[in-house]
Nanobody, 125 residues
Framework: QAQLVESGGGSVQAGGSLRLSCAAL????????MGWFRQAPGKEREGVAA???????NYANSVKGRFTIFQDNAKATVYLQMNSLKPDDTAMYYC???????????????????WGQGTQVTVSS
């Protein structure tokens, strides 16, 4: 059964960096796209970045130029490199995946059916 396993969250001061990882287990042989989402307390889950199997990417305006999504196909792992972090980036971050192919890959949550358990990112001022 396919499973997404996230890691890499933590606490950092504003201006710092973190890298999140998402291992996509059981997705071999499929064409799929993956995304990172976040949800702060009292707010809706929002898309952050997405990547297609061919490496095409898509970003939310709020993170463009600061976050980078990339993948290691050999390891079936997607990463989210987060630089210049701000307190507003504090949230639970979720990895998501869906079978199919879109260009650009979507960053709206209704395009995804599989979700990881989430990893907390806290940015202090």
């Amino acid at each position: 059964q396919a499973q997404l396993v996230e890691s890499g969250g933590g606490s950092v001061q504003a201006g710092g960096s973190l890298r999140l990882s998402c291992a996509a287990l059981g997705y071999t042989g499929s064409t799929y796209y993956m995304g990172w989402f976040r949800q702060a307390p009292g707010k809706e889950r929002e898309g952050v970045a997405a990547i297609e199997s061919d490496g095409s990417t898509n970003y939310a305006n709020s993170v463009k130029g600061r976050f980078t999504i990339f993948q290691d196909n050999a390891k079936a792992t997607v990463y989210l490199q987060m630089n210049s972090l701000k307190p507003d980036d504090t949230a639970m971050y979720y990895c998501a995946a869906a079978r199919g192919w879109y260009k650009p890959p979507p960053i709206h949550r209704y395009a995804y059916g599989d979700w990881g358990q989430g990893t907390q990112v806290t940015v202090s001022s």
